[in-house]
């Protein structure tokens, strides 16, 4: 598995263009009604929007990058010398294009803050990657009988595109004798200073 690291950013402005156009490049299956992002491996691997404006044809080709698209880190042949090399050790001699299913798990990460996002491939899927398998706080609060509010401590289990598998840990002994369950990702927040749970 490779991870692929793109400045959020330059997703963000790939996202805004998407989202500005009313056509969008088809995929493999035919027409698209909708924005995407499209993973492109080939003059260097970037993220691009799918959306047709009008003022460019955009085309999807992997002979030719325009340097405004989303470059992966290390693998832009406008900055990096050895481009080639990294984009073999990704993804060895495939090129071509993948039309993901990304745009509003990227978006969310965006939303949150995040400088970076972070993509795992095997070379045949993409998807959105979750910065490490550490402790996390859930977000929210929960009630307790003395109607005070507070979060618990977990341990990320794994995770996809949208939800973790978080097991409670640090937690009173009920709480930790839980089985682990699933929490939206966007309701993760990574616990920085693990001194203060």
Known sequence: MAILKFSASAVAAQIAHARSCSTFLPNWNGPVDKPAL???VGNGVHLRSNGIDGSTTRIVTT???DPSFA???GINP????DWMAQRQMA???L???FYTDILDDVQTLIDRGQGAIRLATDGHSIRVFVRRASDFLIGGTYEVPSGLGGTFRVVLKDACDTFAIVQNCGNCEDFDAMQPYRVPLDALMELEDRRAA
């Not at 406008?78 to 010398?81: T, V």
């Open 38 to 40: 499209i993973l492109i």
């Open 63 to 65: 002979e030719q990058s």
């Open 71 to 73: 470059f992966a880190n």
């Open 78 to 81: 406008f900055r990096d010398s």
């Open 91 to 93: 993804f060895r001699d």
């Open 95 to 97: 090129t071509g294009q």
